[in-house]
């Protein structure tokens, strides 16, 4: 038996085109560990963007039902040669039934459950996943926190865990009024985690403001050092994270954290001795990260990617993470809110797609294959 | 008793201008674990000459006996800000012979001996130190080599130290040609780790390959990249020290790295699974660090320093690290040689000043305080 199923692939090509396209295809039925799960909603993030359409020039892109061909710029090209021909499905994180399952008692056991599971390529109608790697998901939990329960929610939580891991005491986020942003903010709360929360306009220190944090600071207001400098004073914070990447938050926070740790200390030209460092996530500026160096010789900036970090924990570490998901998804502080609800077809729409590439914070997209 | 002592000042006044002048004083009679060094050599390394001079524009100074003042661009000046009015003695190594000492055995015990120290300030006729951490040099060892046997070979050394701490296999060193670079070059091929050398011209290359090393990659030919990747291929090197620090070398190296670790996978955009590293040491280059992040998300960038890596070492890690420097002395290995030996007064001479802080490869100077 198969089941027909239709999914999001984008394929650069070698003249530097990047087709978008719904593509048909038969699934045959699921085999020993695997189940077919019915997607009920996936959470379109930035990181889904970013692989279907990246530096694309989706404004110049023609669309027609079910395909969208962008031109890409010279250098964007060049830079992502390495996936040139490559179809990739799309989809990295979203919720479903499993409506067929192989014979092994792991995939028998999640028949007609609700699950997310993290096979890629979910922004699809069906999708075959390994059972053991499903996290089986509370039935009462609304499809808007059960499409989004992996991505955001587990790198909020890892986010946590990374601090405590390497002894820091705090916490400074680049991009704080994002959906992660709000669930971090909340998550800090409950887990006695000091914050430093960077927006970069009136309105989202308002949404923070609403939601009851504190150390806001806004980067589009001129005193902007300042107040980054007392509000890591504050919290004591000396571990950024940081989704923009191109151009220098990270350099400013750098800055800011020496300036604290340098207080009431005589000068020293190689900085502050405690460590400061920034973790690299995402790339909503895909320009280059600048850094000044005006923070002396004790400073760490890395990549840092959820799955790699979570996949280096021990398996107790690996459990508290799932745990502490599942608790923040019932209480609703991992839970996620969605503006829009599009299916499939709508996605190639130039209105609904340039809309949702924009990433506007509060303009969230879920999609539902088979509503 | 005292003794008359003159030595090498820096000041930054709160109106930007850098001062650095010959200032007398009186030294009082060691006591304790102290030992009185008359000073027999000190080295002039780029890291005094940037406490020294900095960012300032010694070509606008005036130049008087005795005394530099120089203008300091605003934006430099600022970010030093946090030194202004601090008399900050000049000198990181140097050696010289124990004349007096404290009542205490291990002051004692030096006397008459040939030393090398760390008190800073060596540009100095004479300097106090702490006995317990001065290095005892062999008698016959050239005044050379006594001179500089802290700074550059501790640095050889701590960089093979830290690539076996962290599980590396092999180094990127991208000032090849420099003093510390030809150390690094005979050290490496010493201990059996794989080296690769950027120099940035073909004289360079030269120097290099006149003392038997291989892979050595010139930044100014066209074909660089493609050369870096060859070497970093062949030598599995995934770790690099820069002292250039501004600019896009790091960003380089780091895509070079990502693109051998990805050679014969899939594409993934997330870049590859290895760890990635540059440790950034120095600053010959004043401007910002530019980081392209075209590899990946599995990488670091890290301010590194000598001192506080060798603090952080166990005890007997430590020890390997001091013997290994007093071997290598011996052998000629870590030994450094100069183009140029000077007094206090001439640099303080405008072209000597200018010459000495254009770090030109080869044109090392040494100091001699007392000749």
Same mark, same amino acid.
Request: with cysteine; aromatic share 6%.
């Given at each position: ?133 499903? &996290?089986?998901?509370? @039935? ?6 059960? #499409? ?5 929610? *587990?790198? $909020? /939580? !890892? ?78 914070? &000396?571990?950024?994270? @940081? ?6 938050? #990270? ?5 800011? *954290?020496? $300036? /604290? !740790? ?82 499939? @077809? ?6 609904? #797609? ?18």
């Amino acid at each position: 038996m198969t089941t027909s199923n239709r999914n999001v692939v984008s394929t650069l090509g070698a003249d530097g085109k990047l087709t978008v396209e719904l593509v048909e295809e038969e699934i045959t039925d699921p085999v020993g560990h695997e189940v077919l799960i019915r997607i009920d909603g996936a959470a379109i993030n930035p990181s889904d963007l970013g692989l279907m359409f990246g530096p694309a020039l989706l404004e110049q892109a023609e669309f027609s039902p079910g395909k969208i061909v962008a031109p890409m710029p010279e250098a964007a090209a060049k830079a992502l040669s390495g996936r040139v021909g490559d179809a990739i499905r799309i989809g990295n994180e979203g919720a479903g039934t499993v409506i067929a399952a192989g014979e092994e008692p792991e995939a028998q056991a999640l028949l007609g459950k609700r699950v997310s599971g993290r096979p890629g390529g979910l922004f699809s109608n069906y999708r075959i996943a390994d059972a053991r790697t499903c &996290l089986e998901l509370p @039935d009462d939990l609304p499809i808007e926190s059960a #499409a989004a329960s992996f991505v955001n929610p *587990m790198t $909020a /939580v !890892c986010f946590v865990e990374t601090m405590r891991q390497e002894g820091f005491k705090g916490l400074v986020h680049t991009v704080a009024a994002s959906n992660l942003g709000q669930m971090l903010a909340k998550l800090c709360k409950e887990e006695g985690v000091p914050l430093v929360n960077i927006v970069r306009k009136q309105e989202q220190a308002d949404i923070l403001r609403s939601i009851g944090t504190e150390h806001i600071v806004d980067s589009s207001q001129e005193d902007f050092n300042a107040r980054l400098i007392d509000a890591i004073d504050a919290t004591g914070a &000396l571990l950024a994270f @940081d989704a923009i990447g191109g151009g220098n938050m #990270a350099s400013r926070v750098l800055s800011a *954290m020496d $300036a /604290v !740790c340098m207080k009431g200390t005589a000068y020293n030209r190689y900085g502050s001795e405690e460590m400061k460092k920034v973790y690299v996530y995402g790339t909503l500026d895909f320009g280059p990260t600048i850094l000044d160096r005006s923070f002396g010789f004790t400073w760490n900036v890395s990549g840092w990617l959820v799955m790699r970090y979570f996949m280096s924990l021990p398996k107790d570490r690996q459990d508290w993470v799932q745990e502490r998901i599942i608790k923040g998804l019932r209480s609703t502080t991992l839970a996620s809110k969605f503006k829009h609800r599009i299916g499939l @077809d709508e996605l190639f729409e130039r209105d609904v #797609a340039l809309a949702c590439n924009a990433k506007t914070t509060g303009e969230k997209y879920l999609l539902i294959p088979n509503g």
